[in-house]
């Protein structure tokens, strides 16, 4: 049974980067069976699609946050992690990692993200 | 850009009686990417069906998916008070990929 488990600074300064890493036991992110992505919630709103990792090198991301998103992969450590940089207040969120190709068949418990000075 | 619109945005039901969630697109999905997920409070979303009618294993066969190119609904048949949740719709294609519908959420009449 594949297991997804974020970590990384719950606070981050607004102007600076956004960094979270994706723990994943029971699959492997190197190998082509499955995409892994990003994905995000506000407090009290819907989930919006960051970013994915296929095959450890391609990577796609939403248009909306493109130009501030860097997602890569540790095979050796079978993690795989976000870099989202030029943080507001608007980027405060739980963040989650999840496994999935047409839809998102595990996900991780969430890491909260708080952007404040 | 396809945008998914769910309706209710809430509904008040009691338990044992059956819900229908609606989830509408803006423009036809294609090859049945429609997916649907449940989320409790604190917790991350969880897969309840794909492929439009497809259940996860485990899911109780109360729930069910229905539907073709721009209307797709979740009905649950006989409400349990574990049923009781924020309730998404996803379709896969297009650019970005991944779109959401906002949500429904499903509480206690």
Redesign the interface.
């Known amino acids: 049974q594949v297991q997804l488990q974020e970590s990384g600074p719950g606070l981050v300064k607004p102007s600076q980067t956004l960094s979270l890493t994706c723990a994943v036991s029971g699959a492997s992110v190197s190998t082509g069976n499955y995409y892994w992505?990003w994905?995000r919630q506000p407090a009290g709103g819907?989930?919006?699609?960051i970013g994915?990792i296929y095959n450890t090198e391609s990577t796609?991301?939403?248009?909306?946050l493109e130009s501030r998103v860097t997602i890569s992969a540790d095979t050796s450590k079978n993690q795989f992690s976000l870099m989202l940089n030029s943080v507001t207040a608007a980027d405060s969120a739980v963040y989650?990692c999840?496994r999935g190709l047409?839809?998102?068949?595990s996900?991780?418990?969430?890491s909260l993200v708080t952007v404040s000075s | 850009e396809i945008v998914l619109t769910q309706s209710p945005g809430t509904l008040s039901l009691s338990p044992g009686e059956r819900a229908t969630l609606s989830c509408r697109a803006s423009q036809s999905i294609t090859n049945n990417y429609l997916a649907w997920y449940q989320q409790k409070l604190g917790q991350a979303p969880r897969l309840l069906i794909y492929g439009v009618s497809i259940r996860v294993a485990g899911i109780p066969d109360r729930f069910s998916g229905s539907g073709s190119e721009t209307d797709f609904s979740l009905t649950i048949s006989r409400l349990e008070p574990e049923d009781f949740a924020v309730y998404y719709c996803q379709q896969y294609g297009g650019s970005p990929p991944y779109i959401f519908g906002q949500g429904t959420k499903l509480e206690i009449k």
């Open positions: 992505s994905i819907g989930l919006e699609w994915r796609k991301y939403n248009p909306s989650y999840a047409l839809k998102f068949d996900w991780g418990q969430g």
